[in-house]
């Protein structure tokens, strides 16, 4: 292969991976995902928006919340494992929504991460 073809072919494959890249990381209704909180504090803010069923890639029932970060219009796809007790602090909190919340973090593995919610 020449140069220029190494080139264009090289372009055309980045581009291609750059925009299945986004695509994987925007949720169901187009936003993109919150990503994982910072082991401490947190502060997001939930917005009053009936949290819509994201299974993750193995099934595993999941619920996708609609949050804020403060200081920042982007709205964000928040998902939450059904069985969690996050879950249902959540659920507790929606119905005060929008409401800024405090959410705590401790742990770092799949295995051993715990949040407390709190209001702001």
């Known amino acids: 292969m020449k ?3 190494l080139e264009e072919f ?3 494959e980045l581009d291609r991976l750059s925009r299945e890249r986004e695509e994987a ?3 169901k209704g187009g936003l993109p995902y919150l990503g994982s909180l910072a082991v401490g504090e947190s502060r997001i803010l939930l917005m009053p928006k009936v949290p819509l069923d994201n299974p993750d890639k ?8 609609v ?3 403060p200081n920042d219009e982007q709205e964000y796809a ?6 969690s007790p ?3 602090d959540l659920l507790g909190f929606l119905i005060k929504a929008p409401i800024m ?3 705590i973090r401790t742990g770092e593995g799949r295995t051993d991460t715990r949040y407390t919610v709190k209001v702001a």
């Open 58 to 65: 193995d099934g595993r029932p999941r619920k996708q919340f």
């Open 67 to 69: 949050v804020k970060k």
């Open 86 to 88: 996050l879950y249902r």
């Open 25 to 27: 990381i925007k949720a």
């Open 3 to 5: 140069a220029n073809e």
């Open 10 to 12: 090289s372009a055309k």
């Open 78 to 83: 928040w998902t939450v494992n059904i069985k």
């Open 101 to 103: 919340l405090r959410v």
